[in-house]
T-cell receptor, first 110, second 111 residues
Framework: EAQVTQNPRYLITVTGKKLTVTCSQN?????MSWYRQDPGLGLRQIYY???????DKGDVPEGYKVSRKEKRNFPLILESPSPNQTSLYFC?????????FGPGTRLTVL | DAKTTQPPSMDCAEGRAANLPCNHS???????VYWYRQIHSQGPQYIIH???NNETNEMASLIITEDRKSSTLILPHATLRDTAVYYC????????????FGQGTTLQVKP
């Protein structure tokens, strides 16, 4: 089954403790991206990647890092999480005109 | 990317057609109209997209006006499971660009 998976689905952490949210797709898509969703602000793109070793900033990249060492994986790294990064995070991958979204990761930073 | 305007909410009776409008008066000639939906807090789901011509797939139909300044998503026989937030997005092909999500239309399908 074609899908985008994210782990963990839920995470509660404390300020400053580094964390990684993994994203994996099994569709051999070149394009992947990360979004965050906050009430009243909708979905905003954090980072995207056009292919292996090619990444670029989206609209709200501050406080986040990404890497794309393999086509299927696109992890989101929070080196020093802060409470304002409490949000619902979605990974997406696409080929041509359709983006496929993962199930989401709900992150709470205390 | 062009901005879109959608009504914040709509109701629809179960079994009836749901017609969701979208205005995109500043759309440029090479921009597509995409529709996604988000059920509760799940990941957005692609529904349909089009450039100029009307489109239909197993989920919905997309009607784009001749001047391309507005479009309508039609769910022909709405069910309770179609209750969701529906996003109309205007963008270049999503293979090369990001999707800019607005606030969308919350569709409530009622029994």
């Amino acid at each position: 089954e074609a899908q985008v998976t994210q782990n963990p689905r839920y995470l509660i952490t404390v300020t400053g403790k580094k964390l990684t949210v993994t994203c994996s797709q099994n569709m051999n898509h070149e394009y992947m991206s990360w979004y965050r969703q906050d009430p009243g602000l909708g979905l905003r793109q954090i980072y995207y990647s056009m292919n292996v070793e090619v990444t670029d900033k989206g609209d709200v990249p501050e406080g986040y890092k990404v890497s794309r060492k393999e086509k299927r994986n696109f992890p989101l790294i929070l080196e020093s999480p802060s409470p304002n990064q409490t949000s619902l995070y979605f990974c997406a991958s696409s080929l041509m005109d359709t983006q496929y979204f993962g199930p989401g990761t709900r992150l709470t930073v205390l | 990317d062009a901005k879109t305007t959608q009504p914040p909410s709509m109701d629809c009776a179960e079994g009836r057609a749901a017609n969701l409008p979208c205005n995109h008066s500043t759309i440029s000639g090479n921009e597509y109209v995409y529709w996604y939906r988000q059920i509760h807090s799940q990941g957005p789901q692609y529904i349909i997209h089009g450039l100029k011509n009307n489109e239909t797939n197993e989920m919905a139909s997309l009607i784009i006006t001749e001047d391309r300044k507005s479009s309508t998503l039609i769910l022909p026989h709405a069910t309770l499971r179609d209750t969701a937030v529906y996003y109309c997005i205007v963008s270049l092909s999503s293979n090369t660009g990001k999707l800019i999500f607005g606030q969308g239309t919350t569709l409530q399908v009622k029994p």
